[in-house]
């Protein structure tokens, strides 16, 4: 028998198009780059700020490497854990993919490690972005995530997040969302918060912003 279909669990030819999970950050941030991105290609230049990013996260992924689980607090727990750098995840259920930063392993755990260049608390849209990261990681191992790190580059800190269910239907709501704004081909209203714009590369396209 067919199982039922709800907007969570939709059917195979509504996972479209394949997102990413920046695509789950972006919706937090701003939704109108999500449509500039799927429904008026344009070309994105590399910016000053994306080049530095992927400096910083090469700096502390070697520094990872050599250092131990103490920043995470995991020394004594679990047994031992393995740690995995720049992990390509693809869920063809889901219709995602993504590029996680670290993925620490145990025989009891499996915990997605997400890094950031920016010094503060992790914000909601990053907290989405380690959700749907944590979907893909339970796709691929097979295990239930309850937990996950935002590791602060500028400050060294690692923030444990636990993953909620309603973080969990946040992120899956905010994909059939995305899929219907790109279906529908209709531009978002602009980010409420103007101080995102500044530095935003689709400035020149936004009439209602600069
Ligand atoms: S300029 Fe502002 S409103 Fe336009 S896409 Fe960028 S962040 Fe969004």
């Known amino acids: 028998m067919e199982g039922t279909r709800s907007p969570l669990n939709p059917p195979p030819s509504t996972l479209y198009p394949i997102l990413t999970v920046t695509d789950l950050k972006q919706f937090g ?3 109108r ?4 991105t799927y429904c008026m290609p344009v070309k994105r230049p590399t910016t000053y700020k994306m080049e530095e990013g992927k400096l910083a996260h ?3 992924e070697d520094l990872e490497a050599r250092r131990s ?3 995470y607090r995991l020394d004594e727990e679990g047994g031992p854990r393995e740690r995995q750098f720049n992990v390509r995840l693809y869920s063809e ?3 995602l993919s993504g590029l996680l930063d670290m993925v620490i392993t145990s025989r009891e755990e499996v915990i997605p490690v997400d890094f950031k260049n920016s010094p503060g608390l992790p914000g909601l849209n990053h907290k989405y972005q380690l959700t749907a990261y944590a979907l893909l990681v339970e796709d691929k191992w097979d295990k239930p995530v309850r937990r996950g790190f935002i590791h602060a580059i500028p400050t060294k800190r690692s923030h444990e997040i636990t993953i909620t269910p309603s973080m ?3 992120v899956r709501d905010a994909m059939v969302a995305i899929r219907q704004m790109v279906a529908a081909e ?3 209203a602009a980010t409420r918060h103007k101080g995102r714009c500044v530095d ?3 400035l020149r396209f936004c009439n209602d912003r600069g």
């Open 29 to 31: 941030y701003c939704q």
């Open 33 to 36: 780059i999500l449509y500039f």
């Open 58 to 60: 090469q700096r502390v």
């Open 69 to 71: 689980l103490k920043s």
């Open 93 to 95: 259920r889901l219709g």
């Open 168 to 170: 969990r239907g946040f």
């Open 186 to 188: 209709t531009m978002p």
């Open 200 to 202: 935003c590369e689709f």
